[in-house]
């Protein structure tokens, strides 16, 4: 079975910083899908950025880039030039062609003004 | 853009009674897929569906759960007897194919169980 971890219940950055988010997993499998979903306090989940387990280069979509590792079964977000809007809870997500998504217990992110 | 459609927004019940909350997937995807989020806690998959049946379900979906495409639109989850512990906010996702593999959620469903 799959696990995902992520460590930081909870983060707070100054507007216009830099933070990273990080998150690690536990699969026996070679092929999978990562994930990183945003939960705005509307609680609609929308997928921030995903990354293909047998892709070297690491997913970027504008100010979000991830740092996947895959042999050390890691996969953390960095998020630049923070923006209050990007306060939400983040969740970590994996995929292994079973269809399912397995998520971690998230990280309330928390950009202050 | 497309979006994922999911209704009534909140639902308030009485603990026995069955509940149906209903999703409307992207008119393309193939896949779908239920998830709860208690209060507070993580998303968890409850079940997927693909080709008008179950392709795999979690532990949480037992006898009380059930889902259905009617109409090659809609898109159900049905609770026969809700039980407290049912309370949560339900997410409904679909994607279009494994080549893609990305899944998009709907606005949920906040079910209160009282």
């Known amino acids: 079975a799959q696990t995902v971890t992520q460590s930081q219940p909870e983060m707070s950055v100054q507007e216009a910083e830099t933070v990273t988010l990080s998150c690690t997993y536990d699969?026996?499998?070679?092929?999978?899908?990562l994930f990183w979903y945003k939960q705005p306090p509307s609680r609609q989940m929308i997928l921030v950025i995903r990354?293909?387990?047998?892709?070297?280069q690491n997913a970027t979509e504008n100010r979000f880039s991830v740092n996947f590792q895959k042999a050390a079964k890691s996969f953390s977000l960095k998020i630049s030039d923070s923006q209050l809007g990007d306060t939400a809870m983040y969740f970590c997500?994996?995929?292994?062609?079973?269809?399912?998504?397995?998520f971690g217990t998230g990280t309330r992110l928390t950009i202050i003004p | 853009e497309p979006e994922v459609t999911q209704t009534p927004s909140h639902q308030v019940t009485q603990m026995g009674q069955e509940v149906i909350l209903r999703c409307v997937p992207i008119?393309?995807?193939?896949?779908f897929y239920w998830y709860r989020q208690i209060l507070g806690q993580k998303v968890e998959f409850l079940v997927s569906?693909?080709?008008?049946?179950?392709?795999?379900k979690s532990e949480i979906f037992d006898d009380q759960f059930s889902v259905e495409r009617p109409d090659g639109s809609n898109f159900t989850l049905k609770i026969r007897s809700t039980k407290l512990e049912d309370s949560a906010m339900y997410f409904c996702?679909?994607?279009?194919?494994?080549?893609?593999?990305?899944?998009?959620f709907g606005p949920g469903t906040r079910l209160t169980v009282l």
């Open positions: 996702a679909s994607s279009r194919d494994w080549t893609v593999n990305e899944q998009f």
């Open positions: 699969t026996s499998e070679n092929n999978y899908y």
């Open positions: 990354q293909e387990a047998y892709k070297q």
């Open positions: 997500a994996f995929e292994a062609g079973n269809e399912k998504l397995t």
């Open positions: 008119s393309n995807h193939l896949y």
């Open positions: 569906f693909y080709n008008n049946e179950i392709s795999e």
